[in-house]
């Protein structure tokens, strides 16, 4: 048995009321003796007995009038059915419709998503008075998500018809977690939940199996497509990696994207195609095996756009939501560059580009005294050679807020040793070598972007030019990048959010004569220009998930952003200011595509790129057998789950769960009998004691 509303039982308490009274009444009774009473000794005992059972029955017809009202106040409900009783079937149902991307798919049957639509309407027409619906979509297309129940066969229509295909991955399990706050609100004990989908095995990826409080349910599987014996031909963009890391205007821009073809019985030729804004710049043909992947590099020269909106095309196939990917790249603008020294080298000026009129960066010179006046945030790099005197705390500062330092090694070691000591970035040990045991470049790891293109072979491994190492100054921590027969000549080291590039040699010649070979303009060049990217200014998130978003307080300006998508529709986000920078917190965003981010001063500062999940192009559905343990599993054993192939069947499978009997009109009428029976008895007992 069952109760609608199981808060009333509590009114059976009040049922007490009537046997206290009575024990009171007891209690007050006392022998005295009254003359005008005299006539009660001469009763009879038999009448005297007739009326203590009349208050006896009074008690218990008043005690169960009590008790029937307040039971048919709580509408009991039970299994099964009784003879001139109403057999119970107001519902409270809720329709989740797949309306992921591998929805919007046609096969010998017509368009899935569609169809599914068709079916939720079929079910709206089975509503009886008193049944509400709830509809909801399973992949969200903004932010507000409708919860409410509703009985208006008209309005839960226009609802249906209003739904249009989302991009997010329809989690079941995220789903299934709001039905208890939906079913809150629910008028009625049944409750039903109708998904109609095609049961794709992303949708239940993960599944959450821990246990949520809900009242039983009964659960009705539509999967759609699931008799369709038609070759999915469907190719997809699955990632997009980055080839170049250094990013320049006029200079190639290599990605590498990875392919898949979904077909299990054909081979896949087209091409993809790679956009830089509204235009086409480079095209590129492939071919899969059926099953296969395969990465396939594209590439165009970059444009003089600070900020790069790029996205990846396939040809037409069967989803069209897959054959896009999304990327976005911010140029950075001319580096500007503080090079701190009190004895500015000769080969680092030449090297800089210092007082010609075109060079690669705007570097400045600056003494050890100028350096703890200076606003680094400014310079997009500082190189230093000089360390005495340096404020390390200042320092210390600006890589925390997202800095680049390139530091060389100095004669003074102590000093650099202090210095480094404060940064955290490892202890510098100083080796001079001997005349006939001069140091050589032993390895460089030509696969860092550092050093993309600059070599032909990427496979030799001999010192270029012949460099020689007489001493050197080389640090324990960080990635080493160029080695030596005496130490890591470059290192790389992550602090924080800022970088750090070590060269253990001062380029004078009584430390090596790399200055004077064609590797060091080289390793200055490459070195400013790898340090100059952010490439935390570029964010790829998939849609309908949240994302951060670190933002150097150089760039930041404020608190204010703005974030405007591909139609320049613009959302205002505020993120607190650290000292460090700013962290936005990046609100879901429901269609794939680039977006940029402005400051307080309209500046463009970073870009987003939101794609789909690749899992939405696989088409591999889950087995209907594993999919009750899981629901039971979280819901509890008593869930009833069935799967619907004929829409025809519903009816027969709904009625069988839906079978019972409300009981509140029968305790109605029984309390009225048994309010008419008391008024009657009590009459009936006042007439014998006046006799």
């Known amino acids: 048995m069952n109760f609608v509303n199981p808060g009333v039982l509590f009114g059976l308490i009040a049922a007490t009321i009537p046997i206290l009274l009575h024990l009171l009444n007891l209690r007050r009774i006392k022998k005295i003796e009254f003359s005008s009473l005299q006539f009660l000794k001469e009763l009879k005992k038999s009448q005297i007995r007739r009326i203590k059972l009349r208050q006896i029955l009074l008690l218990i017809l008043r005690t169960l009038l009590i008790i029937l009202l307040v039971g048919a106040f709580s509408r009991p409900i039970i299994k099964g059915s009784l003879p001139f009783f109403k057999n119970y079937s107001k519902t409270s149902a809720v329709i989740f419709i797949d309306n992921s991307p591998s929805m919007d798919f046609s096969d010998e049957y017509g368009n899935r998503f569609n169809y599914a639509k068709r079916l939720a309407k079929k079910i709206l027409e089975q509503l009886q008075t008193g049944d509400e619906v709830a509809i909801v979509e399973m992949s969200q297309t903004n932010n507000s998500l409708n919860l409410e129940f509703s009985s208006n066969l008209k309005k839960l229509t226009e609802q249906v018809n209003k739904i249009n295909i989302g991009y997010q991955v329809a989690n079941l399990s995220e789903k299934i977690k709001i039905l208890p706050y939906i079913f809150d609100n629910a008028k009625n004990i049944n409750r039903e939940v109708f998904i109609i989908s095609d049961n794709q095995s992303i949708n239940f990826k993960n599944f959450d199996t821990s246990k949520i409080n809900m009242q039983s349910s009964a659960f009705y599987f539509f999967n759609i497509g699931q008799n369709s014996k038609i070759d999915i031909r469907n190719n997809s963009i699955d990632s997009i990696k980055y080839v170049t890391r250094i990013f320049q205007t006029d200079t190639p821009l290599i990605l590498q994207a990875q392919i898949h073809n979904h077909s299990t019985a054909s081979k896949s030729s087209s091409f993809v195609s790679m956009n830089l804004g509204e235009e086409k710049v480079a095209q590129n043909k492939f071919t899969l095996n059926k099953k296969g992947i395969s990465d396939v590099t594209i590439s165009s020269n970059l444009k003089q756009d600070k900020v790069i909106k790029g996205s990846l095309e396939l040809e037409s196939d069967i989803l069209e939501e897959d054959n896009y990917r999304y990327f976005g790249i911010m140029v950075p603008a001319e580096p500007k560059v503080a ?95 001997d005349a006939d045991q001069k140091g050589i470049i032993s390895n460089i790891m030509k696969q860092h972007p550092l050093f993309q293109g600059v070599f032909l072979d990427e496979t030799q491994n001999m010192s270029p030019d012949n460099v020689k190492i007489y001493q050197i100054e080389y640090c324990e921590n960080g990635l080493p990048l160029i080695e030596t027969t005496s130490g890591n000549l470059l290192s790389e ?141 979280k819901l509890g054993e008593d869930t009833f789950v069935a799967f619907v192939e004929d829409f025809d069947e519903v009816k027969e499978k709904i009625n069988k769960v839906r079978t019972g009997t409300e009981l509140w009109y029968f305790l109605i009428i029984l309390a009225i009998l048994i309010a008419l029976t008391e008024m009657v008895v009590q009459r009936v007992m006042k007439h014998d004691v006046v006799e």
């Open 339 to 433: 090079y701190i020294t009190d004895n500015p080298n000769p080969f680092i000026n030449s090297a800089l580009g210092i007082g010609l009129s075109k060079a690669f960066c705007n570097a400045q010179l600056f003494s050890t005294i100028d350096f703890n006046s200076l606003d680094l945030n400014q310079f997009d790099v500082l190189l230093i050679d000089t360390y005495e005197n340096i404020s390390t705390e200042k320092l210390d500062n600006y890589l925390k807020n997202a800095g680049r330092v390139m530091f060389i090694a100095s004669d003074n070691s102590e000093s650099i040793n202090n210095v480094f000591s404060k940064l955290k970035l490892g202890k510098v040990i100083f080796q001079k070598n």
């Open 493 to 633: 080291i992550q602090i924080e959010n800022g970088l750090v590039f070590y060269l253990s040699v001062a380029p004078t010649s009584n430390w090596t004569n790399l200055q004077t070979t064609s590797l060091f303009p080289i390793i200055l060049y490459r070195s400013i220009l790898y340090l100059t990217m952010l490439p935390e200014l570029s964010s790829n998130i998939e849609v309908g998930e949240p994302g951060t978003l670190f933002i150097p307080s150089r760039f930041a300006d404020g608190s204010n952003f703005t974030i405007i998508d591909e139609q320049g529709l613009e959302t205002s986000i505020f993120a607190p200011t650290l000292p460090s920078g700013t962290i936005l917190n990046i609100p879901p965003i429901f269609v794939p595509g680039n977006y940029l981010i402005k400051n307080s001063q309209n500046k463009e500062v970073a870009i987003i790129s939101v794609n789909i999940n690749k899992d939405e192009s696989d088409f591999s559905t889950m087995d209907n057998d594993k999919i009750p343990p899981l629901l039971k599993q």
